[in-house]
């Protein structure tokens, strides 16, 4: 099992910044992507941004250029910096691990954190 911890959520103005981050652990070992998903109310879950164990990344097109993520492998610490934050980006914010082994792939889930952009 992997247990995931977030943590940097809050409310912010626009124009703002926040830094997300999601610490595993428990069986971190094989862990390959990490992400970042986030749900505003009466929407789907969304991938915002994910990174392989390589540094990998992918981004939605509404964060490209604002959301950067990261990772420390030896942390097992997945992060997300948020600039330019916009009323839209508002959501509560989740991160995802996957992990491969030989017996199959299984995503992890943290329980997810607020951002709210607001004036």
């Known amino acids: 099992q992997v247990q995931l911890v977030e943590s940097g959520g809050g409310l912010v103005q626009p124009g703002g910044s926040l830094r997300l981050s999601c610490a595993a652990s428990?069986?971190?070992?094989?862990?390959?992507?990490m992400g970042w998903y986030r749900q505003a109310p009466g929407k789907q879950r969304e991938l915002v941004a994910a990174?392989?164990?390589?540094?990998?990344?992918n981004y939605a097109d509404s964060v490209k250029g604002r959301f950067t993520i990261s990772r420390d492998n030896a942390k097992n610490t997945v992060y997300l910096q948020m600039n330019s934050l916009k009323a839209e980006d508002t959501a509560v914010y989740y991160c995802k691990v996957v992990r491969t082994t030989i017996y199959g792939t299984r995503d992890y889930w943290g329980q997810g954190t607020q951002v709210t952009v607001s004036s």
């Open positions: 428990g069986s971190i070992f094989s862990i390959n992507a």
């Open positions: 990174i392989t164990s390589g540094g990998i990344t």
